[in-house]
């Protein structure tokens, strides 16, 4: 790898670290502090609504300004923006401060995300885009894996506001790498057109393409499905591992490694094999449904890291295929805006499954709420399947 891709992915590893940092501390603190499952599900909407809501709008940024300024933009101020929580919660002391942090920092990690998604394809236009895709993946789940330990042990020997401020030195490390990469990068990258049209216009091309492009509603339906199951075990894992199994924190962020371990396991063998993307697309979803039901099942902390780890090794396997799926469907030129508005569709079910899991009143009810959106996921498949084989055209004989 030469040193323009390790300095790019390095300040991708230490920006995406940061977060984390946020995502992992934020159920525990509020499960800690209210000892209660609904309300660390509706924190959890709360969290990831505005990071969703925000897509289509940073897509259409990423195709009118310059990537590299977006995301020196999302760096600075996602650490800015943890400073100036901690310094709110040093005057007016509310755990709420923590969701706040986390929640606006999302909509800069949504910007900064959709940019790099934008340069991809630009920085690595000679190699195999599934397997460019298999790197920014490990280098996301390597951020998963070091994160919750790091976070877990800053935590046990201090607090959440250290956990915090440790995010906005990441985040500002991530810039220090992306200024260097800037300062020896070779390649030219495309600067978006300069355009006069209203900036709300390309929303009307974004959803036309979601609504006629081949393939591209029934990936948006898929994925949907299948963030449903992730969004709802990643809201009650901690209220499941710390509240229904009765184990310390640490058996929580060792929960977040192992999936982890086994996202990053599957991503390197698609790296090293030539499986179909079609194929990894199957294989992902069948197996998040599988994951769902063991966790869903699980009558202790073992059996439900199985299922845990199935569930978050397989969607990393399915993410590849869905972010080389829809790169091969939409155009270059609308990339940015509708790959914006395909995240929003894919990922409202994030919150929502917070909110579903805000129905149950003790950790022990979340099976069956992950059980009841397996089977939504096993209908989805099965509807999306047989519609496609009946709009398959007929060749004569």
Not at 23 to 46: C, D, K, M, N, R
Not at 193 to 221: D, K, N, Q, S, W
Not at 288 to 309: D, E, Q
Not at 366 to 390: D, E, P
Request: net charge positive.
């Amino acid at each position: 790898m030469s040193l323009n891709a390790r300095l790019f992915f390095a300040s991708m590893f230490s920006a995406r670290l940061g977060d984390q940092f946020l995502l992992f501390i934020v159920p525990l603190v509020v499960y800690q502090t209210t000892e209660s499952v609904a309300l660390s599900g509706l924190a959890y909407a709360v969290e990831t609504l505005p990071r969703i809501l925000c897509y289509p709008f940073c897509g259409i940024l990423s195709d009118r300004v310059s990537p590299i300024r977006l995301i020196r933009i999302t760096q600075l101020g996602r650490a800015a923006i943890a400073v100036l929580g901690l310094a709110g919660f040093a005057l007016y002391p509310n755990p709420v401060w923590v969701v706040m942090i986390s929640a606006l920092c999302g909509v800069l990690a949504s910007q900064g995300f959709m940019a790099r998604e934008v340069m991809l394809p630009q920085i690595f236009a000679t190699a195999r885009f599934d397997r460019v895709q298999s790197l920014a993946q490990t280098v996301d789940q390597c951020s998963i894996i070091i994160g919750p330990l790091a976070a877990a042990t800053i935590f046990g020997i201090s607090n959440w506001q250290v956990v915090v401020g440790g995010a906005a030195v990441l985040f500002m490390l991530g810039e220090a790498a992306m200024m260097v990469w800037r300062r020896i990068n070779t390649i030219e990258l495309i600067e978006p057109e300069v355009t006069t049209t209203p900036f709300m216009a390309p929303l009307r091309v974004a959803f036309h393409h979601v609504m006629y492009l081949p393939g591209l509603r029934r990936l948006v339906i898929l994925t949907a499905a299948i963030n449903l199951v992730f969004g709802a075990t990643l809201a009650t894992s901690a209220a499941v591992v710390t509240g229904l199994f009765e184990l310390p924190g640490n058996y929580y962020a060792l929960l977040q490694t192992m999936g982890a371990l086994a996202t990053v396991s599957v991503l390197l063998l698609i790296a090293m094999t030539n499986i179909g993307i079609g194929r990894l697309g199957t294989i992902g979803y069948v197996m998040v449904i599988v994951g769902g039901i063991v966790t869903a099942l699980s009558p202790n902390y073992w059996i439900y890291a199985l299922g845990f780890v199935l569930i978050l090794g397989f969607d990393g396997m399915y993410a590849v295929y869905i972010r080389t799926a829809r790169q091969r469907m939409i155009p270059a030129r609308d990339l940015g805006k509708t790959t914006g508005v395909v995240i929003l569709f894919n990922s409202l079910s994030l919150p929502l499954s917070g909110l579903i899991v805000g129905l149950a009143a003790s950790p022990a009810q979340t099976g069956w709420i992950i059980l009841a959106l397996s089977f939504v996921m096993v209908v989805a498949g099965l509807a999306m399947t047989v519609g496609a084989r009946l709009r398959k055209p007929v060749v004569a004989a």
